[in-house]
C-alpha cells in the first residue's frame, strides 16, 4: 500500500495547500511530511499531532511544512485525503477480483478491506479517510465514507446490474458508517485489531 503515489491534483483538490508541488521533488517533499504526519498520528492521535512535530520527524524545516500546509488542519486533510486515496484504491483492486456475488459480499469485501488498511497504514486507526474531523463550517455535505459507499455502489450496479434508490443508497452509506465505527473500536488500542469485532 505505500507505494501508491499522493498525486498532486488530489492534495489541491481536498485540502487547503499554499504552493502546488508541481515537480517530483516537491511531491516528494509533500510525501515525506505526509508519511511524517501519519507516524506521529499513529504515536499519539491526531490532536496532539504539531507542525513542529511533523517538521522534526521529516528532516524538515517548519518554514518546508508551511510553505505547503497553512496549518495543522490542512496537513490533516491532506492525510485524510490520501487515507481516502489508499482505501478507493485498495477497494478498487479487491472488487475487481471478487466474483460478483451480493451485497452481502461486497461489505464483506469492504470490511476486509479497511481492516488491512487499519493494519497497514500508520495513522490510519486515528484519522481513518477524515471523518473525524470536525472542521467547521462544513464545506461540502460529502464525506469519505460517502466517497467509498459511492464506490460501492457503482461496484453493485456495474457488476450486479443493480441500481441502487435512495434508500439503498442511504442504507449502504449507513452500513459504511458503522464499519467505520466498529473497526475504528476494534482497533482502538492495537495494530492487530480486536478479532471479535473483526470477524
Do not use: C, W
Amino acid at each position: 500500500m505505500n507505494s501508491v503515489d499522493f498525486s498532486a491534483s488530489r492534495l489541491t483538490s481536498s485540502a487547503s495547500i499554499r504552493v502546488e508541488p508541481v515537480q517530483a521533488r516537491s511531491t516528494a517533499r509533500v510525501n515525506a511530511l505526509l508519511d511524517a504526519a501519519s507516524e506521529i498520528v499513529h504515536e499519539v492521535g491526531y490532536e496532539l499531532l504539531t507542525t513542529a512535530m511533523v517538521a522534526e520527524r521529516a528532516g524538515a524545516s517548519i518554514g518546508t511544512v508551511y510553505r505547503y500546509f497553512p496549518d495543522r488542519v490542512a496537513l490533516l486533510q491532506a492525510l485524510a485525503s490520501r487515507n481516502l486515496d489508499r482505501v478507493t484504491e485498495a477497494l478498487r483492486t479487491r472488487l475487481s477480483t471478487d466474483k460478483p456475488g451480493g451485497i452481502a459480499e461486497e461489505i464483506d469485501s469492504v470490511v476486509d478491506t479497511f481492516a488491512q488498511i487499519f493494519r497497514s497504514e500508520k495513522g490510519f486507526r486515528s484519522l481513518r479517510v477524515g471523518d473525524v474531523l470536525d472542521i467547521r463550517p462544513v464545506a461540502s455535505p460529502r464525506t469519505g465514507n460517502s466517497d467509498i459507499a459511492r464506490l460501492v455502489g457503482d461496484d453493485i450496479r456495474e457488476r450486479m446490474g443493480q441500481r441502487l434508490d435512495s434508500q439503498g443508497r442511504l442504507a449502504l452509506e449507513t452500513a459504511i458508517d458503522v464499519i467505520d465505527a466498529l473497526l475504528g473500536r476494534a482497533f482502538l488500542n492495537s495494530d492487530r485489531g480486536e478479532g471479535t469485532l473483526i470477524d
